[in-house]
């Protein structure tokens, strides 16, 4: 045990002093969060009148595409009203209604399809800005870093920016008629978008209510950024894990740091377990402050509690054992870090992490379903945000399992002797 | 006679088709410096980190201290007691040199003052300095340093100025001699002739996994050197013809200078009276046989700066 601590301390003071370290473990996830809220949050002071025609009708309009319309209304910047499905010439139907001193038209069209193009197309967004994200963080971080340091983030960007390319464009669903003259359009425009990559959250804040309608707290309104919060957390306790351990692992092995340390006394249980720690601690501290930013910049509610301390640790034993068995098969550092990100950044976006399963696309639920980050960050939803008991514990037996089960081939790929 | 502390019987190290090791037999001796010289792929470092306990043997019989090293219970034993500065030594870059020596240190139950070793090895400037901002010859000093932290009674130092320049080279040598001093018992390996000349007390000539000559230098050198060398700088052809008609080995050289092997100390006296009567006025200068002779003679090669035969 003694040893175990040493090695943790000796770990995570390495890595509490590369710059490249805390840039993807903290940095970079407290901006996304900052960028997530900002853009999904919604919200606006003034007020556009707004005319909608919804033709994604199914003999009622569908949910998404009124729940869509219910958000735009929610954003409480617009004054929406409603243009028949048979009306053809929206323009002018919108002029005969505002009259001869109405203002400027602005009219919202939603095809048919919506629904189905809205489902495949908010991965895209999410993709598109994270990837910037992390571009402009770069941008602002790399005259602080060294060749290394450089060379890492770059992988890191560069997987990201794959991952987004190789990804279908969102198709048009939406039709947006605005003056040319009309000095808001801008701002119309953005908001229109942004409520179009958001309004599902919107939408399940809706469901929560109702969910919460049986339990005999039913006051408790639960808005975007609180399904953000504990998503960002899990993702980034993911890509610490798969990402972190299994580029600092290869690193040491590739140096001969981990062969000088199997010289000593030290045993490889010991060893494994003071990364394990040191994991810990870095996704403790990333919690915190995730979760101090989410206070101070959007007053978000989240809750940490003794569950969920206990559910951060156990992902870290999950999310490192991937690291120590993905570092225990592939040898090369550059392959090792290709191969993490390739495998963390598909996975932070096909999982539940940022968006609800139950509003992906049936094949995207099945993918969703079979990655152990869907089951942490709804597990870490439950204890923090919903405090949902049976979530805790299905989610935390099934995290618990496949924790076991990968810090043990973890232990076993890893090898302490040479051949 | 000294203790053995390391007895090696017949070591074998097969890794697929390749016999790296092959059939190798030697001891280390309590005090001593011992070397391995040998070019690179020889099988040093296999056979050196067999002996650690980090690599299984094929066959034979390896044992420290008395210990079995394919033991496990025995390899806890050596562990305790040996300190090692591997190949391509490197430690956590963002540490300080005394985070790095305390965390090698924090392994072992019984360990030295890292100050004290940190003193020892004459870097107590850089001890907060981080091991990614020290030079290579440093980085060595420091793994040096690590290695004898636990207060080890044998320390093994595979090609540990390897990269070196000439000048850190000697820092690394002159912390080997103190290492002597202290009465540790080392194991070097290296593919510098002079490197092995210069530190060790015995040499183990290796090649292809084997081991073509083992003894202390100067017995190699008077077994294995050849002839000493009279040279005349710039004695020229007349003299050159003069001294070839009495001393069959007489070259010349395009600079004019002559070279007089000599077989022995008798036959050196005698050029050197024949110089005499002649009335000598140049310089000369005797060169006697030095390791990388006995490797020529008995490897038939050299050993390239990069550690390649040729
Ligand atoms: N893990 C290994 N697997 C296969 N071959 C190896 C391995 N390690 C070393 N070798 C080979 O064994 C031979 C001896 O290597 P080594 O002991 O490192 O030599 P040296 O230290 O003298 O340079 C070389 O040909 C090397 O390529
Ligand atoms: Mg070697």
Not at chain 1, 275 to 282: D, F, H, K, M, Y
Request: charge should be negative; hydrophobic fraction near 45%; aromatic fraction near 8%.
């Amino acid at each position: 045990m003694r040893r175990t601590l040493i090695i943790f301390k000796a770990v995570t003071k390495n890595w509490l002093r590369s710059r490249s370290g805390l840039f993807f473990s903290i940095m970079f996830p407290v901006l996304l969060l900052l960028v997530f809220g900002a853009v999904f949050g919604g919200g606006g002071t003034s007020t556009y009148s707004l005319f909608i025609q919804n033709l994604d009708v199914d003999g009622t309009p569908t949910p998404l595409s009124e729940g869509f319309i219910e958000a735009l209304n929610s954003t409480e910047t617009f004054a929406i009203r409603t243009i028949p499905g048979d009306v053809t010439d929206l323009r002018s139907y919108a002029r005969d209604v505002l009259g001869p001193l109405g203002g400027n038209i602005r009219v919202l069209a939603i095809s048919e399809g919506f629904q189905n193009d809205m489902l495949n197309g908010t991965l895209k967004v999410r993709v598109g800005i994270s990837y910037s994200t992390l571009q402009t963080v770069y941008e602002y971080f790399e005259p602080f870093l060294n060749e290394t340091e450089r060379m890492a983030m770059q992988q890191g960007i560069d997987q990201m920016g794959q991952y987004n390319a190789s990804l279908p464009d969102r198709k048009a669903s939406l039709t947006l008629i605005l003056d040319a003259s009309d000095q808001s359009s801008g701002i119309v425009r953005s908001i229109v978008m942004s409520v179009a990559n958001a309004f599902n959250y919107e939408l399940m804040g809706a469901r929560n209510i109702v969910n919460f309608e049986e339990e005999p707290f039913t006051e408790r309104q639960l808005r975007t950024i609180d399904f953000y919060l504990p998503g960002v957390i899990s993702a980034f306790i993911m890509t610490n894990g798969i990402i972190g351990v299994t580029t600092n692992t290869t690193e040491f092995k590739r140096r001969g740091i981990i062969k000088r340390l199997s010289i000593t006394p030290l045993g490889k249980l010991e060893w494994i377990l003071g990364n394990v720690l040191s994991q810990t601690l870095l996704n403790l501290m990333l919690t915190a402050i995730i979760i101090v930013v989410g206070w101070l910049a959007f007053n978000a509610q989240a809750i940490p509690d003794i569950f969920s301390i206990v559910f951060i640790f156990i992902g870290s034993v999950l999310f490192s054992g991937i690291g120590m068995v993905l570092s225990g098969l592939i040898k090369d550092v550059e392959a090792a870090s290709a191969i993490g990100n390739a495998i963390a950044f598909p996975m932070m976006f096909l999982s539940g992490a940022y968006w609800p399963v139950e509003f992906m696309p049936d094949y995207m639920q099945t993918i969703a379903k079979a990655l152990p980050l869907t089951y942490f960050s709804e597990g870490l939803r439950s204890a923090m945000i919903y405090k949902y008991t049976e979530g805790i514990i299905i989610n935390m037996a099934i995290v618990s399992v496949l924790a076991a089960v990968f810090i043990i081939i973890g232990s076993l790929v890893t090898r302490w002797k040479e051949k | 006679m000294a203790k053995k502390v390391v007895e090696v019987s017949s070591l074998v190290k097969q890794y697929g088709d390749l016999r790296a090791v092959d059939g190798i037999s030697f001891e280390l001796y309590e005090g001593e410096v011992f070397a391995f010289l040998g070019p690179n792929g020889a099988g040093k470092t296999t056979t050196v980190e067999i002996l650690e306990c980090i690599r299984p043997l094929t066959s034979g019989s390896a044992k420290v201290f008395g210990y079995d090293v394919t033991k496990r219970e025995d390899a806890k034993e050596i562990k305790k007691r040996i300190g090692v500065l591997p190949q391509d030594f490197s430690a956590l870059d963002k540490l300080s040199v005394k985070e790095n020596i305390d965390l090698i240190g924090g392994m072992y139950e019984k360990k030295l003052d890292t100050m004290e070793v940190i003193k020892l090895l004459d870097v107590e400037d850089k001890a907060n300095e981080r091991f990614e901002n020290l030079s290579g010859g440093l980085k060595q000093r420091v793994g040096v340093a690590a290695a004898l932290v636990n207060d080890p009674q044998l320390v093994f130092l595979d090609e540990p100025t390897t990269g070196l320049d000439p000048k850190a080279r000697r820092e690394v040598w002159s912390v080997m001699e103190n290492l002597k001093k202290l009465g540790k018992t080392v194991f070097l390996t290296s593919h510098y002739m002079e490197e092995a000349q210069v530190l060790a007390d015995r040499i183990a000539i290796i090649n292809k996994g084997k081991i073509a000559v083992i003894g202390s230098s100067q017995d190699l050198i008077s077994e294995y050197g050849g002839l000493k060398v009279l040279v005349v700088r710039k004695g020229g052809k007349e003299m050159a013809k003069t001294l070839q008609d009495r001393f069959g080995g007489t070259t010349l050289n395009h600079n004019g200078d002559v070279f007089v092997k000599a077989d022995d100390v008798n036959e050196m006296w005698r050029v050197l009276s024949t110089l005499t009567e002649m009335n000598l006025t140049k310089e000369i200068e005797i060169q006697t046989p030095t390791i990388e002779d006995v490797f020529l003679k008995v490897v038939g090669g050299r050993i390239t700066e990069e550690g390649e035969l040729t």
